[in-house]
């Protein structure tokens, strides 16, 4: 039998251990992690802005550096560091777009379809006074190569939430069995997770970032 000091200092350790480790599942910080440093910060923290540190073992030696809470152990430093990186960070440096507006006379400049036909693939590249629409990202990003100049934003749906994100921050799934309005598309997704998910179920070729995409891989999607 362990002895009572025993087995609170092995508590401790596996706690310690559980906190730090970079691997632990995504349950473990949604269930524990997460609720655990959203009550610490709330309670014992000064208000921390988040966006300004380049990483988390930066935040978390500037939290007790700077006493940015009151004194804490380790896995509540751990928790609250995470809480913040993983969850404050996000919602502080991610944009909200509204719903792309669409008139029933806009038409795709590239190929000249009605684009409100097809809401699942609406893109749009917006300028300082005037913005396209198109009836997928592959027409977007043909029109995009021949015009970069004066961009604002590029805007497409998520295909599995279907919410507007920025097409420059996107994850672009080439080659799948899901055809668009216009056949084999560039299917976007905000995270990786769900475009690696997409990858799999539809026998994707590839995944490309925004900054990846060529025009020779785009045209080569209509062959």
Not at 51 to 72: F, G, H, M
């Amino acid at each position: 039998m362990l002895s009572k000091k025993l087995f609170i200092f092995l508590l401790f350790l596996f706690s310690s251990l559980l906190y730090s480790h970079s691997n632990y599942s995504d349950a473990i910080k949604t269930k524990k992690i997460y609720p655990m440093g959203k009550k610490i910060y709330d309670k014992k923290c000064t208000n921390i802005d988040v966006v300004k540190y380049k990483s988390i073992d930066e935040l978390q030696n500037s939290i007790k550096r700077d006493s940015l809470c009151k004194t804490l152990p380790l896995k509540y430093l751990e928790a609250v560091s995470i809480y913040l990186w993983d969850v404050k960070r996000v919602l502080k440096s991610e944009k909200k777009y509204k719903e792309l507006a669409i008139t029933k006379q806009d038409r795709c400049p590239i190929c000249g379809m009605f684009v409100y036909k097809y809401p699942r693939w609406i893109a749009q590249i917006v300028y300082k006074d005037k913005h396209y629409s198109f009836d997928g990202p592959k027409d977007m990003m043909k029109y995009y190569f021949k015009h970069k100049k004066g961009i604002k934003k590029i805007l497409v749906k998520d295909y599995y939430t279907q919410k507007v994100i920025d097409g420059c921050r996107a994850y672009y799934v080439f080659g799948s069995n899901v055809y668009g309005a216009m056949g084999s598309e560039l299917i976007p997704f905000k995270d990786i997770k769900e475009a690696k998910t997409f990858y799999m179920d539809h026998r994707g070729v590839k995944i490309l970032k925004f900054g990846k995409i060529t025009p020779d891989k785009v045209y080569k999607l209509d062959e």
